[in-house]
Nanobody, 115 residues
Framework: QVQLVESGGGLVQAGGSLRLSCTASGTIFSIGDMGWYRQVPGKERELVAVINSGGIINSVDSVKGRFTIFRDSAKSTVVLQMNSLKPEDTAVYYC?????????WGRGTQVTVSS
């Protein structure tokens, strides 16, 4: 059974940085896409950044130049480095992976950016 464990959320002032980490546990080989989505109350979950097994990244325009995603496939880990945070980045961030044709989700970690 695949489980995703997230860490690194919290409260930060505008302009600050946070680093989110997510590790997949279980007997896992050859994970496909790994990435992060976010959601605020009353809105749909939206893509933040996803990286595939070949290192190709897809991200939302609003985070380009500020957020960096990278993965360590040997450790089944994906990291989202968030710099120059803005109040509008406030959301619950969810880790996700695609593995054997299924999407798995973490429980989410709260990121709050104060102005």
């Amino acid at each position: 059974q695949v489980q995703l464990v997230e860490s690194g959320g919290g409260l930060v002032q505008a302009g600050g940085s946070l680093r989110l980490s997510c590790t997949a546990s279980g007997t896992i080989f050859s994970i496909g896409d790994m990435g992060w989505y976010r959601q605020v109350p009353g809105k749909e979950r939206e893509l933040v950044a996803v990286i595939n097994s070949g290192g190709i990244i897809n991200s939302v325009d609003s985070v380009k130049g500020r957020f960096t995603i990278f993965r360590d496939s040997a450790k089944s880990t994906v990291v989202l480095q968030m710099n120059s945070l803005k109040p509008e980045d406030t959301a619950v961030y969810y880790c996700t992976i695609k593995y054997r044709f299924r999407n798995y989700w973490g429980r989410g970690t709260q990121v709050t950016v104060s102005s």
